[in-house]
Each structure stands twice: as C-alpha cells, then as structure tokens.
C-alpha cells in the first residue's frame, strides 16, 4: 500500500471515530498513575511465553527496580507501515517505539517523534554518538531519535567451503575479494570444488532490491535527488543502472553461480546459506542469529569486508532507532530514555553492564557466533563500546580470524557509508525486486528496458505520491 493512501486511511480514521476514544488527539498524555510514578508504555514487547519473553521482563524488572519513579506498561504493537499512521492519527502510539532507519524522514516530517535534543543534552549525550548516525536522526538542528542498533552490509562465507576451495588461509583467515567481479571468481571456485552454489542472491520481499541497492551504488547509481521545489525524482534510468542489473544477469546466465530458485525473499536466503546450499551471501554483522536456527555452527560462519565496485567502494549502512510518540510529556521523554538507555548506553552502568553480559550468555547458550563486532551507535569515546568489545573478545566462541577481516572493515571505514534511500526506499526495494526476478528467470531480458520501466513505475507509484 503506498504511503499517501495509507496516510489517507489514517485521517478518516481520526476523523470519523470519536475523539474521546483516543488518548493523544494533540492533547499531552496523563502521565502518571496513583502512586505517582511516570508511566510509559513500551512498544514491540513479545506476545508469546519463551526465552524473548522472559529476557523483557527481567529487563523490566531491573529496571523498574533501578528506577522507582517509572512503570513500565508492555504493549505488543511492532512498527508496521500499514498500521503506523492510523495508530499514530490517533494518538494509539506507544510512549516508545523501534522503527528502521528507511523510516526516519517520513516520521521525523510528519511530526509523529518527539523532539529529544532537551532531554538528551541534559542526559549528557553530546559528543557521544556516531556523528554518522546521528545525523540521520537530526533536522533543523533537533534530534527526533535515539539510535539503538546499525549495521553495515559485508560478505558473509561459508569457512568450510571457503576452504575447500583453497579460498581460506592457515590461520583461519579468508582471502578478500577485491571487488564485486573477484567475488564472482571466488563463487565460480566454490561451485567447482564443492557443487553448490557460489552466491545466493535475494529476489523478493524487497530483500533483492535492498542487497541490489550497494551493487548498484558501486557502479555509479544515483537512485533519486530532490530538487529545488523539494519534489523527488528517480534518477536511475541509466547506463550505470543498466550495467548494474547486468551484473545481476551474469551471475545466473554467464556464471552458473546461484541456486536454481529465483525467488528468494529473505528468509530462504539465510536458510539457503545456512544449510550449506550457498559458499557466499551479501549480509550484515547480525547474521549469525539468523543462523543458528538452521543448525549453522559457530566455526562453520565467517564475515569480511563488502568488495568495492567499478566506480565506488560503498556499503549501506542501516539500522534501528527508538522514537517517543509526540505529545509524551516531559517525565515520559525523560522515562522513556532512561528506559532505552538501559541497554543502549554510552556510560558504563551496572544496569548496561549486566544487559550486555546477558545478552552475550543468551547468543552463547543458543549457540550463536560470538565475535563480530557491529557498527555502532555511539563514538570510538564511549566506555560502553569499550566494554562491549572487551566482553566480544573473552567471549569468542570461533577462530576470531573468520570474522577479523569485517571488524577491521567496520572499525575503520575503508569504503564509504550511505544510508539507505532517503524516502520511499521500501517501494524503491519492491520497484528492484521485479527487475531482478526477471532478469534471472528469462535469459532474454533486456536489462536497459527494465530499468527504464523501474524508474518510471517509482516514479509514478511513490514519489509522485509523497505528501510530505
């Protein structure tokens, strides 16, 4: 559903149910119960009994115990484009929310996250985030979010199969592939010393447009620009986009490198690599919980650097960041990121301190790679960071040198990080998903008229729709 119908739907909603069934309707929440504590409601909270459940009501026990001025009221609801904007209409927000960096600019522009600058300046935060990062969440001046987690893209290999192909050096280290093209060679070794396929690659559910977004950056693509009137334009109807996709094409009719399915949303990407059905697959540094479920050990997974392209050595850099509904009061503002900075925090508190032990026992004890150092929110300053890469270290449960290629790739930036698209990046993914479907399911696709459909159709279907 496009933004503009679903920002429609949103304002009938408000406007035709009465407005004594909503609590926010402009006006400022009340904010606190009978025993005078500051009450927040918490989105994305699990609905079901089990170990998720059981680690957020620790977690809200403790602080709730730290904290005895706040209470914590669970709610279930979890970011979803198609429900976000009635929700939000009509003040049914949570007092905190999680949302993806793909979101920021329409959330921040339609005004429904609360300023936070105040608040986090008096908290001490200057200084302390990823300027990077923060910049993202920043307009005017004002920051209107609280990053909690990003990624950037690297290439994730299977050590067994790297190996087999001669691929793997002595001490556990893998060869890098220079660019994209090496890459390539790398899957053709694979398939020939192992029969399975080199590379997966993602179709559907927009994971292929996602995945396609930095290969494409790396050939010279610009994807959109918006102009002096502030209306966007797709701007990738090119030969850099052409060659682009023809990578893509190449991969399945030149190469012979991916598996027969060609429509593989995100889930069966995992699995596929997982299994031990792909030697390669384009991922960020949270992968191995993806893995681990598909029975992926520890010392069968590694991870280095995204390979640079023709014209750029880029990767996308993504995310997640919490956003405090906008009429919370001040007490909420301030609950709400004392409750986010319980586990996201660039102090080095006993309550941080004993989430991050816990959260790394927890990726222990379900067998989870231990190693991998993500991107992080907070600058190269923070005791916390510190402290999270000492307790990575003393807790690596695999040959470190899997994963040491990526760490060093993430700690110092050899490659440019770009943010995913600014707006309608979502409908952008899906727009990329049909071009890629085609051009690995029909040997005669032509890649020039499909990218010249592709931007007419994002044109037309989202940016042309943008209200705000």
Sequence with gaps: MKKSLVKIIALLVAVTVSVGLFTGCGKKNSDKNEQGQTVISVGGWPSKEGATMDAFTERKNLFETN???????????????????????????????????????????????????????????????????????????????????????????????????????????????????EMVDFAVKIKKATGKPGLVFPTAGNNGGWIFNPVAWSFGVDFMEQDADGKWKATFNTPEAVEALQFIKDLKWKYDILPSNTLINGEEMYKTFATGNAGMVIAAGDMPGRMVKYGMTPDQLGIMAFPAGPKRHVTLMGGTFTAIEPNATKDQIEASIRWTESSNNFKLTSEYKTNQEKSIQNQLSNNQLVG???????????????????????????????????NEFVANCPAELQAEEPVCAQGLYSTLDGCIQEVLANKEADCAELIAKAASDFQSNYLDNLTY
Excluded: C
Aim: proline share 5%; no cysteine.
């Design 372 to 406: 991998i150092k993500n991107m992080s929110v907070w600058s190269k300053d923070s005791e916390a960071l510190k402290f999270q890469h000492q307790l990575i270290d003393e807790n690596a449960n695999s040959n470190p040198n899997h994963v040491r290629l990526y």
């Design 67 to 181: 904290n005895p001025d706040i209470q914590i009221t669970p709610d279930t609801w979890a970011f979803d484009l198609k429900s976000f904007y009635a929700k939000a209409a009509g003040g049914q927000l949570p007092t905190v929310y999680n949302v993806h960096f793909t979101e920021i600019a329409s959330i921040i522009d339609s005004g429904y996250s609360a300023d936070l600058t105040d608040s986090l300046k008096k908290r001490g935060y200057d200084g302390m985030f990823n300027q990077q990062i923060l910049n993202m969440l920043t307009k005017d001046g004002k920051v209107y979010g609280f990053p909690t987690a990003a990624y950037v893209l690297g290439l994730t290999f299977n050590v067994e199969m790297f190996e087999a192909a001669g691929l793997l050096e002595a001490d556990g280290t893998p060869k890098q592939p220079k660019d994209l093209y």
